[in-house]
Each structure stands twice: as C-alpha cells, then as structure tokens.
C-alpha cells in the first residue's frame, strides 16, 4: 500500500500464513478458507521464502528516501508500522508458546523468571481514593514517539472521583472466585462470556494448573495436549468439581512452578469482568482514562523521548518490563507511585 514494495512474493504462502491470526472460531485454519484441508509447507520452503522476505526488506531500509518527521503520509512511515507489528508478533508468539505442551519448548539459556513471592505476603488489596480530575488523551502529530492510529487526536476527559485497588488483582484474590465455583455460575458472566465460557470449557485461568486434566484451550488440534496434570490428590471437591486444598501449579513459558499467589492472575476481559461482579455491587474493571489518572506519569508529548518510561533507566526500578524477567513478580515487589498504587505499567500481558 506504501509502494516500497512492487511485488508479492509468494501469494499462497501470504493467504496460508495470515489465516489463524485472529482469535476467532471464523479464522480457525481448518475453515473453509483453507479449503477444509490445513496443509503446512516444507519447513524447507518456508526458510525460502523467510529470507527472501528478509532480503527484499533489508533492501528497502537501506534504499529509504527518509526525511524526518516521518508522518502518516510518508511512505517511509510503513516501515516503522512494519517493525511495531514485528513486535506483536513477538508479543502473540510468546503466549502461544507459552501454551505449547511442556515437552515440546525449552528454556534458553540465560532466561530468568522473577522471584515467587516477597518476604511478607499480600493478604490485603485495599482501595484507594482518586479525586476527581480532568485529563487529555491522545498524541499530537509531531509527537516524536511512533503511535498507531488511535492513539492521535485530543480527547479532553472530566473523571468523576473513583476507587481503585492498591494492587493488581492477585492469584490468591482469583483463588477465590474459581473455589466458590465462579466459572461455573452464570450470573457472573456476560452473555457473550458465558458463550465463550461454554465453548472452553475453561475452569480456571488458561495458565493454572490443575490435577483434572483441563486443557490448554490454545485451540486446534493442539487442545488435545493437556498442560493440567499437576500430580495432587485429595479427597474433597468444591463447586467446581476441584479440589479444595488442590495446589494449583502455574504455566510459565518453559516450566510449571507452584503457583504464586502474589503475582498478578492473568485472565481475559470475560473472566475479570466476572470476578468484578462475583466481587459484588460497585466493582468492576478501570477505564482507560482511570488508569492514565493512577499512572501519575509526566506528559512526554512534546518532549525528549528519553522522557518515555519504556526507555528510561529510571525505570527499571519501578516496573517489571522491557523482558528484565521473563515472567511476573510479586505484586508488592516494586515501589508505589505517590497515591499508593503498585505495578502500574508492566509486570503482566495488558489488553
């Protein structure tokens, strides 16, 4: 679309490799779409045309017309659209990975998971008042930090007064919920949740490991390998036809620990907005604006870029990102911001 590129290098291998993306029943690979017959290729003829691609893109970088500021009608602007959805790919990668059966991954060399737990465990996740304030959202056009679409433009926001909780939702708050039969209760769950309840079958959150076999719901063919095989009895069952004293496990990339009941639980949009209502009256998830409000970050618009968390050194010391661990921490590990709130960039896959 940018005209960088004139040509297409292998038009069936473009349609093959672009189906199964999107996680929707519609763009499963055995659909219709494939013909109702998924046939990978050749590792060999993949190799092929990876670096063919890699040669024709090596080639556009080092011709590029690139005059700066780079804007949204420069085509030199879908290179750096090209590198971000890389990262993407990066991002979705890890998490299929990270459903792949244990025996078919290994942890490289050098990979490091946070710690487990602290020295003094979360039993409590207070609420803290936020006052109300009026916030502006949006990136300016010259801003000199690459966005996607939705992130330009002005949208000038009054935020009523709200509470929010000291930390991110823990495994141990979750425990609670699956124990008293959350995902087995409809009056929790949205109708389009509860659909996509039924159609997994989940019991707990997808990294959880249990001694009931569940499966990984990664989908495919690949949900006949069960990561849930955590090797613990007991003679009493709760609601949800788990046990009551169970040690749940948790899935990380390459192993399965015990789980860690401080990290932050990772969950969907369904399943934390059932836990909200599973909660009671007044909870449920924070606004994006709300967010914005307890991050207490500097506008760093019109600014050095060095200004962004992501790149500050400054950083390191208050947020689990940028791949420091290859996991979570415990959710009081790292310093609260002045209004008390922890963990408010980083430590867990955001959506």
Not at 31 to 59: C, D, F, H, L, Q
Not at 76 to 85: F, M, Q, R, T, Y
Not at 228 to 257: I, Q, W
Request: aromatic residues 12%.
């Amino acid at each position: 679309m940018a005209g960088l590129i004139k040509d297409r290098v292998d038009e069936n291998f473009e349609a093959m490799f672009e189906t199964g993306v999107d996680e929707m029943s519609w763009d499963d690979t055995e659909n219709y779409r494939m013909g109702g017959a998924y046939k990978w290729p050749p590792i060999e003829k993949i190799t092929e045309y990876r670096k063919k691609v890699r040669e024709i893109v090596r080639s556009v970088i080092q011709n590029l017309d690139l005059t700066f500021p780079v804007t949204e009608d420069s085509p030199c602007w879908s290179v750096w659209l090209a590198i971000e959805h890389e990262r993407i790919h990066l991002e979705t990668s890890s998490v299929l990975i990270r459903q792949m059966p244990i025996d078919m991954v290994s942890r490289p060399v050098g990979w490091k998971y946070g710690p487990l737990a602290m020295d003094k465990p979360v039993l409590s996740n207070p609420m803290i008042i936020q006052k109300s304030r009026d916030i502006v959202l949006g990136k300016h056009g010259d801003c000199s930090v690459w966005g996607w679409d939705n992130e330009y433009g002005r949208l000038e926001l009054s935020i009523p007064a709200f509470e929010a909780s000291k930390y991110m939702i823990t495994n141990r708050e979750m425990l609670g919920f699956v124990q008293d039969a959350g995902y087995n209760t409809k009056k929790y769950w949205s109708e389009e949740g509860w659909k996509w309840r039924s159609y997994t079958q989940v019991k707990h959150p997808t990294f959880w490991v249990c001694n009931e076999n569940c499966k990984s719901n990664c989908g495919s063919a690949l949900k006949e390998y069960s990561h849930c095989n955590f090797g613990v009895s007991a003679a009493t069952t709760n609601g949800d036809h788990h046990n009551t004293d169970e040690k749940y496990g948790l899935r990380l990339m390459f192993d399965v620990v015990a789980l860690p009941a401080d990290w932050p639980v990772e969950v969907n949009f369904h399943e934390a907005q059932a836990f909200c209502r599973w909660k009671g009256n007044g909870y449920r998830l924070i606004t994006e604006a709300e967010q914005v409000i307890i991050r207490e970050l500097e506008n760093f618009n019109d600014s050095d870029i060095t200004l962004d968390p992501i790149y500050s050194k400054k950083s390191e010391k208050k947020y689990n990102f940028n791949m420091y661990y290859g996991s979570s921490t415990p959710v009081n590990m790292y310093p609260p911001t002045k209004s008390g709130f922890c963990d408010t960039l980083g430590n867990v896959w955001e959506w």
